[in-house]
């Protein structure tokens, strides 16, 4: 059963052959849509309500970005006992995530220049955004406020109904 495009002209006549193939287009496209559910959990760890079958509601967005730590990170930080870090954030274009549910993020980091050992944890998810704290780890580095840094993300969750 694969897809075919159908194409009318104006005044056409009606054929079983298109329409046959229009309904297996759209069995077709229903077997490899996107689905998923979403259960979301109070900070007592107990679902606030049971977990919601997505169809249309399921939205998937996804990123790529280039940032340096800029001027928010001092260039001069001495103290080796703590590693040096900066925060980015991240907002999602509109309102494209519904405000009743956080999305499921998932990000990678890196540099674009040379190999750098940085661990990276997510520090915010809502509906509008997310935040990165971004570590160095290796002894002898410390990060330069031009250093080009790139992320790239997907989020996954409810959208808002339209």
Known sequence: ?????VNWQPL????????????END??????KLRGAVRNIEPTGEPRQS??????????????????????????QTNKKVKPAFTREFNFPGQFFDPEFK???????????????IVWTITRVNSGGFAVRIQELDENLDFERD???FITWIAMGVRISV
């Open 103 to 117: 999305p499921s993020v998932v990000c990678n980091i890196g540099t674009k220049r040379g190999i750098r050992k």
């Open 51 to 76: 977990p919601q079958y997505l169809k249309e509601a399921l939205g998937v967005i996804a990123g790529y970005s280039e940032f340096t730590p800029g001027k928010e990170f001092p260039k001069d």
């Open 27 to 32: 069995e077709f496209l229903n077997l490899r």
């Open 1 to 5: 059963m694969p897809f075919r495009p």
């Open 12 to 23: 056409e006549v009606i054929t079983s052959r298109k329409l046959n193939q229009m309904v």
């Open 147 to 149: 250093m080009e840094y």
